[in-house]
């Protein structure tokens, strides 16, 4: 079974630009979360979609949105930039029960 | 404040000895544990899982020992390996969580041969 894909691995952005990240769940997963990962702060939950609907969210400011469709698949959005989104942004998925399985990650360089 | 502490940035250990990860949380409301291993530019990779009802669980070289009156777990390795090598994270989830999982800030683990 295929495991949780992310893609791209790796951005380049500029500061006040803003950028989509793409999450597709293992099949037969409905649950998708977001985790950013920095060497300050460590993972940190970003927000958790399941059926189209965002039923969590983390303490991120409302420059990160997310959505997901109706195949379970999963984008992560940060609009206006900042050096501080420098991160690798992380995206798991699970089924009814607790384990989620993590994406290989994007990292997205901010300049 | 942290929910999730790894008081130990790093272990280091000799090959074929035991490695033991520990991991403190404060919220008496999570009610499942996980650990992950993971190395640089990688996500996550789910090791082994304990629910509260239980206080041991088992899966090959892990086995994690969970004591909740001193909402302690620890993840013993035994016997280590040189492939065993990354950081392990410690996670922690609540009733009603709903997906979101506390995690520690990591142990780095180097298993010398």
């Known amino acids: 079974k295929a495991g949780v894909t992310q893609t791209p691995r790796y951005l380049i952005k500029t500061r006040g630009q803003q950028v989509t990240l793409s999450c597709s769940p293992i099949?037969?997963?409905?649950?998708v979360s977001w985790y950013q990962q920095t060497p300050g702060q460590g993972l940190q939950f970003l927000f958790e979609?399941?059926?189209?609907?965002?039923?969590n969210k983390g303490n991120f400011p409302g420059r990160f949105s997310g959505r997901q469709f109706s195949n379970s698949r999963s984008e992560m959005n940060v609009s206006t930039l900042e050096l501080g989104d420098s991160a690798l942004y992380l995206c798991a998925s699970k089924r009814a029960e607790e384990t989620q399985y993590f994406g290989p990650g994007t990292r997205l360089l901010v300049l | 404040d942290q929910q999730v502490k790894q008081n130990s940035p790093s272990l280091s250990v000799q090959e074929g000895r035991i490695s033991i990860l520990n991991c403190d949380y404060t919220?008496?409301?999570?009610?499942?544990f996980l650990w992950y291993k993971k190395y640089p530019a990688e996500g996550p990779t789910f090791l082994i899982s304990?629910?509260?009802?239980?206080d041991k669980n088992e899966d090959g070289r892990f086995t994690v020992f969970l004591n909740k009156s001193a909402k302690h777990l620890s993840l013993h390795i035994v016997p280590s390996q040189p492939g065993d090598s990354a950081v392990y994270f410690c996670a922690a989830s609540g009733w009603g969580s709903q997906g979101n999982l506390i995690f520690g800030k990591g142990t780095k683990l180097s298993v010398k041969p």
């Open positions: 304990i629910s509260s009802i239980k």
């Open positions: 099949s037969g997963h409905r649950s």
């Open positions: 919220n008496s409301m999570f009610d499942y």
């Open positions: 979609y399941f059926s189209e609907t965002q039923r």
